[in-house]
């Protein structure tokens, strides 16, 4: 991959990084986001950096086996994210976020681990899917990549409970939609909680899972 294109994806990270930040989907120096690179590396957010204020040039490039090729020191999780790459060859980006709504339901005792969020939209099942709560870990606890490890060769999206998701797809723009959609069905969901809402039947999901698939 030529240099042009990988400071074209840094532009584009430190972009939509800006625009989660300013919409409040993320706040302080929470959330990372990676990108794979076509030689097997990536491109991580810096350690401690607010995605509302990323300098392009700064973003962390490493090599295949992790290695800082240049930029700032990469995020302290980013073994979420190396995680989900070796399960997921096909994503060719991850976002994590510890958006208000999501991290909400990771903290309810009553959900359903194995599908945190019930099927209420069209669109939440087509960008997220079933999404599975990760048990807490401390964060930085190597534990909790190899519990997100266990899941995500099955699910494009995992829940961290009492942190936030983890939402990966098959490019930047992909993975960054699915964030979102998976923020807004967590606002649906908690705004309908007592209400008995009607979601949509097993037969309309595997529709749209055979008709739309993610990755």
């Not at 669109?123 to 266990?150: E, Q, S």
């Not at 942190?163 to 964030?179: D, F, I, N, Q, R």
Request: proline share 7%.
């Amino acid at each position: 991959m030529s240099s042009h294109a990988i400071n074209a994806l840094r532009e584009q990270i430190a972009t939509l990084g800006q625009s989660l930040f300013d919409r409040g989907l993320t706040m302080g120096s929470s959330g990372n986001i990676s990108v794979r690179l076509e030689d097997g590396g990536w491109l991580m957010t810096p350690t401690n950096a607010c995605l509302g204020r990323l300098d392009p040039a700064r973003i962390a490039r490493l090599d295949r086996d992790g290695r800082l090729l240049d930029g700032d020191k990469p995020t302290k999780e980013h073994f979420l994210h190396t995680a989900m790459y070796e399960e997921r060859p096909q994503s060719g980006a991850i976002v994590h976020l510890h958006s208000t709504h999501s991290v909400a339901v990771s903290c309810l005792p009553d959900v359903d681990p194995c599908d945190c969020i019930p099927p209420l939209t069209a669109y939440y099942v087509m960008r997220v899917g079933r999404l599975p709560l990760v048990p807490y870990h401390i964060p930085g606890d190597p534990g909790l990549g190899d519990a997100v490890r266990g899941l995500a060769g099955r699910h494009s999206a995992v829940l961290l409970a009492n942190h936030g998701p983890v939402v990966a797809g098959k490019s930047l723009e992909a993975a960054v939609y699915a964030t979102e959609e998976l923020e807004e069905t967590a606002k649906l969901y908690l705004l309908l909680r007592g209400q008995n809402p009607r979601g949509l039947s097993p037969e309309q999901v595997a529709e749209l899972e055979a008709r739309f698939p993610r990755d």
